[in-house]
């Protein structure tokens, strides 16, 4: 891969990064898990390439990795609010089992 394919892989990467994040908000798992495959691929691949990596480069991939954080929190904290909930249901499910017993 010449350098200036490495660049734009870089670029998509980052073009994906962003993706990921706005479907983190939305929640949905699959697409999140299909992005970071991809992405992943693409950083692989142009690992190499990029030596001697310019600063140009490294704030490109300083970004990639602030999207990444924010989109794992992002889905972290929707599954601990889906945990919850299930916890509430759970709960409920009880409550009612409980009641149910005590009627004449």
Known sequence: MSRDQAVAALQRAL?????L???ADSGDVRLAVSLDAERLKLLKSLR??????????????REIAEL???SI?????RLRAK???????AVGRRAVRAYT???P
Not at 15 to 19: D, H, L, Q
């Open 73 to 77: 929190g992002r889905l972290e904290h």
């Open 101 to 103: 017993t005590t009627r």
């Open 15 to 19: 073009e994906i990064s962003r993706e």
């Open 83 to 89: 945990c919850r909930d299930m916890d509430m249901l």
């Open 21 to 23: 994040a706005a479907v």
């Open 48 to 61: 190499h390439a990029l030596q001697p990596m310019e600063e140009k480069d490294r704030s490109v991939l």
């Open 68 to 70: 990444n954080d924010r």
